[in-house]
């Protein structure tokens, strides 16, 4: 098997279950191979690592399995460069939230043994694709969680024009706007009032962000749709983000945002059920005491 690790390079106190994790599938005869700026980490910070092959982060690997060391951000880079190669994706929990993650880090034998008995279930899960006008580009155009429209930084609203399978839905303004997939419902959506989706739901999310209108409602609608807009401002460009990844744009730009051709494969151990998760990332049913 061969196995492709990325990781958070700025989570040291993970660094022991992290030792731990390498030591396991050593133990296991897998093949690694690691992002190399992660390797050149551990390298600093742990010395004697397994033998393993390295790779740049942009381009990914051809691999059995990605393993996503860290939080959510640590994933979503991960989904990034292995999506297209079409590689399932476990992620381990070295960070806070972790809502997308499988298991944490203090349970490194565990992952190990599901992952080579193949005891684990794999999700698709819908992306993103921005369709930029000629003569513009992004270095990573596909989403896992969610493309936002942002003003620039000023005291300027920007005013977002959205059209939906080309009829004229309605005009943004205020911050901006976003759209998410059912993945990232429970990211930036969830804290612009947007709604929280299944993440086997066939949609996508639009939520205005700070509308300056009480009637700008979030929206739910089919993932087959394409969604266009053009962003104005009195700012001479406005800002797209693609997960974190963003580009600045001169306003009036019109661009177009639908579902990509591929999904973010994501393994999820067996028993995995999606209302248990909510319950507890979202800390459903604790009293002020923290107990349930």
């Keep these: 098997m061969k196995i492709a690790i ?19 599938l050593q133990a296991a005869g897998v093949e690694l191979w690691g992002e190399q700026n992660y390797v050149a980490f551990l390298e600093r910070q742990l010395g004697n690592l397994p033998a393993m092959a390295t790779f740049e ?13 860290g939080g959510d951000g640590t994933f979503l880079r991960t989904a990034q460069a292995m999506a297209l190669h079409g590689t399932p994706i476990m992620g381990i929990n070295a960070g806070h939230l972790g809502y997308l993650t499988t ?47 942002l003003r620039q930084d000023t005291s300027s609203s920007i005013n977002v024009d959205a059209s939906l399978d080309d009829v004229a839905l309605t005009t943004f303004k205020g911050d901006g706007m976003l759209l998410c997939t059912p993945t990232g419902s429970t990211a930036y959506n969830l804290s612009v009032g947007g709604p929280i989706l299944h993440p086997q739901s066939r949609c996508f999310a639009l939520a205005p962000i700070s509308p300056h209108s009480l009637t700008m ?4 609608f089919s993932d087959t749709s394409m969604l266009r807009i053009t962003a104005r401002s009195r700012a001479s460009v406005f800002q797209v983000s693609v997960d974190g990844e963003t580009i600045d744009l001169p ?20 028993g995995h059920r999606f209302a248990r998760v909510l319950r507890s990332k979202l800390m459903w049913g604790r009293d002020n005491r923290g107990e349930e």
Excluded at 9 to 16: G, N
Excluded at 251 to 270: D, E
């Design 251 to 270: 306003s009036g730009t019109t661009l177009r945002i639908a579902k990509a051709p591929f999904p973010t494969r994501v393994i999820m151990l067996k």
């Design 57 to 69: 982060h942009r381009k990914g690997v051809a691999a059995d399995v990605a393993l996503s060391i």
């Design 103 to 149: 298991v944490d880090i203090s349970e490194a034998a565990k992952a190990v043994k599901c992952l080579m008995a193949g005891d684990y279930d794999v999700e698709e899960r819908s992306m993103l694709q921005l369709l930029l006008p000629p003569g513009f580009e992004i270095a990573q155009p596909f989403a896992l969680n969610e493309v936002a429209i």
């Design 6 to 24: 990325f990781g958070n390079e700025f989570q040291h106190e993970a660094l022991a279950g992290v030792a731990t994790l390498l030591a396991e």
């Design 217 to 220: 409602r979030p929206v739910v």
